[in-house]
């Protein structure tokens, strides 16, 4: 297949090569006068003009059938509560953009078809009409203000939550792997820092802030359904892009800066798998960016459940601070009154 490819290639090259030669001998004939045995025949011109008006159905065709065809492939099912518009946005840009591909398309393969090359016909030459310019200035105009303003609007409905009482959840990139954070049983997670990064403490925690205490550290990604979650991101060392497909959802991780996103997940992963007729589906954050040798298998599982199910798993989890209380000073009265973390 490939071989053909390249020899398909050099042949449509070899061919434009060819052209180009014809076209600098014929305008230099031109420049003395026309030599009518030496301009394509009209046959040659309506033989073209036909084959293209062919082949422009022929293409339209094919652009259909692929993009039917390989629909799935542009994006998962949505099952955030934004998801739904951004696929609506989006559909609506390719409803818009299709009509007037297929359009100019059509019209093109017509005129060319029509109006094939003859002897002694002349083009219709004027100089200008303000009125068709008027119009085919106007009408993209709009059309493309419209489209601008709706993205707009959405992504400011996106980008700007009106939910404050969100739960939190920091996402912690490293290379190449994923940590969620929760804020435990004070809804607050604690400070961290890059000075505080260490072999047991990766995401750089600040043991003396108790704040951090109660936080879990988990390498899945548990989100109750329904319920508005903030993404708060963060990276240990170079740019990676938190990715959640379903939920219509990206954003970089940088160091040294906390990104965020707020989102609601409106299906749960049971749910899905009876959607999608998938016993084995389940949601994923990827990594979107290049980030090194390992980036393709940097992924973290997302399961969206019932809020009662989340809760027990997340009081099923251990707090960061369970069993190091020798990495905070003169704190060791208070720690005493740290859940330890549970005996499974
Ligand atoms: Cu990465």
């Not at 099912?77 to 998801?83: L, M, Q």
């Not at 709706?150 to 290379?175: C, F, T």
């Not at 991101?233 to 939920?247: C, T």
Request: overall charge neutral.
């Amino acid at each position: 297949m490939n071989a053909f490819l390249i020899l398909l290639v050099l042949f449509f090259g070899l061919s434009v090569i060819w052209q180009i030669i014809r076209i600098f001998e014929l305008t230099s004939i031109l420049q003395d006068k026309v030599i009518l045995s030496e301009l394509p025949s009209e046959q040659t011109n309506n033989f073209n003009g036909t084959l293209l008006f062919i082949g422009t159905f022929f293409y339209l065709g094919a652009f259909v059938y692929l993009f039917f065809t390989y629909r799935d492939k542009l994006l998962p099912p949505s099952a955030s509560e934004h998801g739904f518009s951004i696929d609506a946005l989006f559909g609506t840009t390719i409803v818009i953009i299709s009509i007037v591909f297929f359009l100019t398309h059509i019209l093109l393969a017509f005129f060319v078809y029509k109006y094939y090359g003859k002897h002694g016909r002349k083009a219709y030459f004027y100089h200008d009409n303000s009125r068709l310019e008027f119009f085919w200035t106007l009408i993209p105009t709009v059309v493309l203000s419209g489209l601008i303003l709706y993205g707009l609007i959405i992504w400011d409905r996106v980008m700007n939550p009106s939910d404050s009482n969100a739960m939190h959840i920091e996402i912690y990139a490293k290379q190449f792997q994923w940590y969620a954070r929760y804020p435990g049983a004070d809804s607050a997670i604690g400070i961290a820092g890059y000075q505080h990064i260490a072999g047991t403490n990766a995401l750089g925690l600040d043991t003396n802030d108790r704040k951090g205490w109660d936080d879990v550290i988990t390498g899945d990604l548990h989100l109750p359904v329904n319920r508005p979650v903030l993404l708060t991101f963060r990276s240990q060392d170079v740019i990676h892009s938190a990715y959640l497909p379903h939920f219509r959802m990206q954003m970089n991780c940088v160091p040294g800066m906390t990104t965020r996103f707020q989102f609601t997940p409106q299906t749960t992963t049971t749910e899905m798998r009876l959607k999608e007729n998938n016993p084995d589906f389940d949601f994923i954050l990827l990594c979107n960016k290049i980030c090194g040798a390992a980036h393709y298998n940097m992924k973290m599982p997302v399961v969206v459940e019932e809020e009662s199910l989340f809760k027990k798993w997340i009081d099923s989890q251990a707090p960061f601070m369970a069993g190091r209380s020798s990495q905070v000073k003169n704190q060791s009265a208070e720690l005493n009154v740290l859940p330890t973390a549970p005996v499974n």
